[in-house]
């Protein structure tokens, strides 16, 4: 069973509503039982002087010997609900509420035969009442009364449903402040990691904000520091392989040009001087290849502006698939134009690398796709290759890497820096590359860029 870990805000925020809950409880509680116990007190006390009032009246009743007690007995029931009895020689004498005495709790009755005042919440007949007796010093007859808490039950019940709101609204109230509190207690955390995530998505120019915070200031000011020494380190590794792969032209355009003299003699020389050749005209082709690649490379990323242009994509696709030596299939394209805003010639090199990578690494493309997927414009171009295991789908795109053809000699395999330059110009347009399995065999290279409107 996976167990789901809540995230720090969460448990900062959920901490607050514990502690909202526990001291809110608390203070309902305590609030219920005082304010219950002082209403129930109040209410019994003046049961009892109320009682105390109805047993002079019948004993003064008694007394005079006239003949309406029942008249009387009556007139002291304060409501529909109410009940008085009177205990006499000859039995029970009832007035409102109709209770039978054997209803009522047996101790309460035995003070009621002993004489002997009492008082005592009791339930008769599914209502709550205040039973309380009383001695009729007259004859010695015992008087009770019961007195119904309706209105007593109904103002509990609107208090315990205040209190539990209370509650309830002070746990909501306490994760939300918990939440708004973590959310600015955690703010330079926040920020921090955008801000690693842009460096390490190749945004060598973010900071953090400066802050007046002692406690923060520092965390901001290292990271900043250590920010601007990777920056310019990798300003500097990229002007060395510029100027590096500059200073190669010169020498490597000698190199050319010598092997393509001795290319054109090639017939003068014997078998194994020609394999000479033939593998120094290979790797000097390569090499100058390479130097290309990484001046593109470290022109790139060293350019921080490109210029862009609403470009057809299909159109641009056709263009760079019309001027291809090698036999190259038609675009399929979509039946409107799919348009995009980007660099002309960054687009170029990009669908130029795709249909050289399927030239020497898969047989050579089969299909090449312009479609709209999800919003998005979409080149597609898929190959007759064994495909690229799904091991290899991201090192593929990484510099200097050329799949399980790495290290050999004597083929085509490239530099290693094609899809590289790929990636890199796809996400200088906001776009994304990957490789797929095509049906029915091969690779398929997906490139999706922004559309524009």
């Known amino acids: 069973m996976r167990v789901v870990k809540l995230s720090l805000r969460w448990r900062v925020a959920v901490a607050f509503g514990l502690v909202s809950l526990v001291l809110t409880g608390a203070l309902a509680t305590v609030t219920w039982n005082l304010a219950s116990g002082y209403m129930l007190r109040q209410r019994e006390d003046s049961a009892v002087v109320q009682a105390t009032v109805n047993v002079r009246l019948v004993e003064a009743s008694l007394r005079a010997g006239s003949g309406g007690l029942r008249d009387l007995l009556a007139g002291l029931t304060t409501d529909s609900d109410s009940t008085v009895l009177l205990r006499r020689g000859d039995g029970w004498l009832t007035s409102g509420r109709q209770v039978d005495p054997e209803s009522l709790p047996g101790p309460f009755m035995d003070f009621a035969d002993g004489g002997l005042p009492a008082r005592q919440r009791v339930v008769v007949d599914g209502v709550l009442v205040i039973a309380v007796t009383m001695p009729v010093a007259t004859d010695g007859s015992a008087y009770v009364e019961l007195y119904p808490l309706p209105q007593l039950d109904r103002t509990f019940r609107f208090l315990s449903g205040v209190l539990i709101a209370g509650v309830a609204t002070s746990v909501l109230l306490g994760v939300t402040l918990g939440s708004w509190v973590a959310r600015r207690a955690l703010r330079p955390l926040t920020e921090l990691t955008d801000a690693a995530s842009r460096v390490a998505g190749g945004d060598l120019g973010s900071r953090l904000p400066a802050s007046a915070d002692p406690d923060l200031a520092p965390l901001a000011s290292s990271f900043n520091d250590t ?49 000479a050749l033939d593998l120094l005209t290979g790797e000097v082709d390569r090499f100058q290849r390479m130097v290309v690649d990484l001046l593109e490379i ?156």
Request: glycine content about 12%.
């Open 298 to 453: 470290s022109r790139d990323e060293s350019d921080d502006v490109h210029p862009t242009e609403t470009l057809d994509l299909g159109e641009l696709v056709s263009a760079v698939v019309a001027v291809r030596p090698a036999p190259t299939p038609g675009v399929d394209r979509d039946g409107s134009p799919v348009f995009v805003q980007g660099d002309r010639r960054r687009l170029d090199r990009i669908i130029v690398n795709l249909l050289d990578n399927a030239d020497h690494h898969g047989g050579g493309p089969v299909r090449i796709g312009v479609t709209r997927h999800a919003g998005r414009a979409r080149v597609e171009v898929d190959d007759a290759g064994p495909g690229v295991p799904a091991h290899l789908r991201e090192q593929v795109f990484e510099r200097f890497t050329r799949g399980l053809r790495a290290g050999r000699r004597g083929d085509d395999v490239g530099t290693g820096l094609g899809l590289a330059l790929v990636a890199q110009h796809v996400a200088r347009h906001g776009g994304t590359v990957d490789v797929q399995d095509r049906p029915g065999g091969g690779a398929r290279f997906v490139v999706e860029l922004p559309e524009a409107t």
């Open 227 to 275: 920010a601007d020494a990777l920056e310019r380190r990798v300003r500097r590794d990229i002007r060395f392989a510029g100027d590096v792969s500059h200073e190669l032209r010169s020498p490597l355009t000698t190199m050319a040009n010598a092997a393509a003299v001795l290319e054109r003699r090639r017939d003068e020389f014997g078998g194994t001087a020609r394999q």
